[in-house]
C-alpha cells in the first residue's frame, strides 16, 4: 500500500510550489515572538539526495530547483526558497533537497515546535535519525490525519498545518477535507496548508471547490488558491499537469508576496507551450 517515495519527485515544480509557500507562511510566524507548532501530517524522510538512483531515475528537480538555483532576478519567495536549499547543501552546489520537516526546522526558533508524522517505515527512519534529537520536534511513525486530534489547538495558539499526502489511494481526497474540517474546527485560526495535485481525475478536479467550502465556512481570515500548470497529460490522459497549493488562514500578506512568483514559476518552470499560473483568494483573505 505505500508505495509512494517522494524521493523520485524531489525538488520537481510541485515541491517548489509547496516548499516556497511553506517558509514564506513560516517567516510571517516568526515576525511574533510567541512560540507557534508546525505539524507535517505527511512528513517523507526530511531530506533526499538528487544524486541518489531514486531522484536520477526520473530528474525531475532538473525541470524544478534546479532551474532557479542561478537565476539572478527571482522575487523574493523564491530567493529564499533557494537560500534555503542552498544552506542545506552546505552551500556546496546541489547535491540534496530539503524536504518540508527540513524548511521548517532551517526556520524554527528556540520556542516553537515541530510535530513531524510519518507513515513509511523507511522514511520515518531516515527523519527520525536526523530530527528526532532536535530540542522542540518530535517524529512519530503513524496516520498524520489522526494526529491533528492531539496536536490542535497548540498551547500557544499559533499553529501551521501541512497536509501534503500522495493520492496514490483515492481516499485520500476525502481524507484530506475531512483533515481541514477538523483542523479548522478545533482550531478556527490555523493556518492550514494543503497541496493537491492537478491530474485528469474527477476527485482531483473536485477538491478545490471542497475545500474552498470548507474554508469559507471554518476559517476566519479565508483562504488563498495558488496554482500552477506546467505540463501537458499523455496521450491516455496520464501525467501531472502541475499543482496547487490551497491555504486557509493565510498570512494577510501571502497574496501579494505569492503575485510575482506564480507567473515567474509558470515561465521558468514550462514543460509546454500552456504552462500558466492563478491565484484566487476569498473575500476573508
Ligand atoms: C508527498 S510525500 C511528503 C513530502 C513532504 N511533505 C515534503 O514536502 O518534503 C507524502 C508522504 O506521506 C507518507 N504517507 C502516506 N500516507 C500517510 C499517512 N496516512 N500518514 C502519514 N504519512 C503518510 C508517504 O509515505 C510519503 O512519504
Known amino acids: 500500500m505505500l508505495a509512494y517515495r517522494h524521493a523520485f519527485h524531489a525538488g520537481n515544480h510541485a515541491d517548489v510550489l509547496k516548499h516556497t509557500v511553506l ?45 532557479l538555483m542561478d537565476k539572478t532576478d527571482l522575487p523574493a519567495p523564491l530567493a529564499e526558497l533557494v537560500r534555503l536549499v542552498r544552506e542545506f547543501n552546505g552551500n556546496k552546489g546541489l547535491i540534496q533537497y530539503p524536504g518540508s520537516p527540513a524548511i521548517a526546522r532551517a526556520l524554527m526558533r528556540p520556542q516553537d515546535q515541530l510535530r513531524l508524522y510519518e507513515l513509511h517505515p523507511t522514511d520515518h527512519k531516515i527523519l527520525d535519525s536526523y530530527m528526532a534529537e532536535v530540542p522542540g520536534v518530535e517524529v512519530k511513525q503513524g496516520d498524520g490525519y489522526a494526529s491533528l486530534k492531539s496536536q490542535l489547538p497548540p498551547t500557544t495558539k499559533r499553529g501551521v498545518v501541512l497536509i ?53 465556512a471554518g476559517a476566519k481570515k479565508g483562504w488563498l488558491n495558488a496554482r500552477l500548470t506546467v505540463a501537458q497529460a499523455d496521450a491516455r490522459g496520464f501525467g501531472m499537469l502541475g499543482s496547487s497549493v490551497f491555504i486557509a488562514n493565510p498570512p494577510h500578506t501571502l497574496h501579494d508576496e505569492l503575485q510575482p512568483v506564480m507567473p515567474y514559476l509558470a515561465q521558468a518552470l514550462a514543460q509546454f507551450d500552456g504552462a500558466r499560473s492563478a491565484l484566487e483568494r476569498s473575500a476573508k483573505a
Request: charged content about 25%.
Open 23 to 67: 517558509a514564506a507562511v513560516l517567516h510571517h510566524m516568526n515576525l511574533k515572538d510567541k512560540g507557534w507548532r508546525y505539524i507535517d501530517t505527511h512528513a517523507g524522510a526530511g531530506g533526499y539526495s538528487l544524486q541518489g538512483d531514486y531522484a536520477k531515475k526520473r530528474a525531475e528537480f532538473e525541470q524544478g530547483i534546479a532551474v
Open 164 to 216: 501534503d499526502p500522495p493520492y496514490e489511494i483515492k481516499t485520500d481526497y476525502l481524507r484530506v477535507l475531512g483533515a481541514l474540517r477538523e483542523a479548522l474546527e478545533r482550531f478556527p485560526d490555523c493556518v492550514v496548508i494543503i497541496w493537491l495535485p492537478q491530474l485528469q481525475l474527477v476527485e482531483a478536479a473536485q477538491l478545490p471547490q471542497r475545500l474552498k467550502a470548507a474554508a469559507d
